[in-house]
């Protein structure tokens, strides 16, 4: 009895940390070792005593669990995302131990807890914890890649041949510096390409369209495009809408040239010289 006490210790001990350290890098916030350690301390405490209760109350000494770790772990800033985030990790854990359960048919039992009827091997898991690690490293990845992502979207008016599209989403691509007589080359992608082909085909068939050259990973690439305009931050840019030999989506419309990251806010320039 007193090895199964502090085999669950351990176990819980372990777990816990595990989440808590998972859910502070999710969450991008410092990690401060002894506030976790005392967090998990305490969850392990409250386990030891949902023996002790029966029926509802085993529910309710789990929620108060839930409130203890991560409010000593995360304080009172922003809790409830805290928590919503490492209730998330604590299913997916939960669930990556089952599932290798299920696969290994090895004998368990989810009720207020997952319970077991024979030995199981360390090794399981340590790899439930590595699957976790690694679908945690994952999305902490992906949090990350779209904040940084985020940062270079941004809302433009753009305008050719009298057709003026307001409103839509864009893509600041640092890596596209592509020119044609020293005006930058914006793409526009699907569903806003509809519009912009039937244009340019009038504009091929009249001799006003701009042969536009550039070079990708798999060569060299040949399109056409027209010129027109972007109003970006209180500005008016011109530019040459092309399309793309590619018809991919993505979560914008235009593909906007390098240049625009050098376009200062006109607005609040004009905002400050008023207050001033």
């Not at 368990?108 to 077991?116: A, M």
């Not at 090794?123 to 439930?128: D, W």
């Not at 039937?198 to 042969?211: C, L, M, P, R, Y």
Request: proline share 2%; net charge positive.
């Amino acid at each position: 009895m007193t090895v199964y006490i502090e085999y669950v210790i351990l176990d819980n001990l372990i777990m816990d940390s595990l989440l808590l350290v998972a859910t502070h890098l999710t969450l991008r916030k410092k990690l401060r070792w002894w506030r976790l350690l005392l967090a998990a301390v305490c969850g392990v405490a409250i386990t030891v005593c949902t023996p002790l209760v029966n029926g509802a109350w085993t529910y309710v000494l789990k929620a108060i669990c839930l409130v203890v770790i991560t409010f000593v772990a995360n304080g009172r800033r922003f809790w409830l995302r805290y928590v919503l985030v490492f209730s998330a990790y604590t299913a997916l854990l939960g669930g990556t131990i089952v599932a290798l359960f299920w696969i290994l048919q090895i004998d368990f039992d989810v009720n207020t807890s997952i319970s077991y009827f024979h030995g199981v091997p360390i090794s399981l898991y340590i790899l439930a914890v590595v699957l976790f690690a690694t679908s945690v490293y994952l999305v902490v990845v992906y949090i990350r890649n779209a904040r940084k992502h985020d940062a270079f979207m941004c809302r433009v008016t753009v305008s050719w041949q009298g057709n003026i599209v307001q409103d839509k989403k864009a893509f600041l691509d640092s890596g596209n510096s592509l020119c044609v007589g020293g005006v930058p080359v914006c793409f526009v992608l699907p569903p806003l390409d509809k519009q912009l082909r039937k244009a340019v085909a009038e504009a091929i068939i009249e001799g006003n369209a701009i042969k536009v050259n550039y070079a990708t990973m798999s060569g060299d690439v040949c399109t056409f495009g027209i010129v027109g305009t972007v109003e970006y931050k209180g500005n008016t840019v011109d530019a040459i809408f092309a399309l793309p030999k590619t018809g991919r989506r993505a979560n914008y419309e235009i593909l906007l040239n390098n240049a625009f990251l050098e376009v200062r806010d006109e607005t609040t320039t004009t905002t400050k010289a008023n207050t001033q």
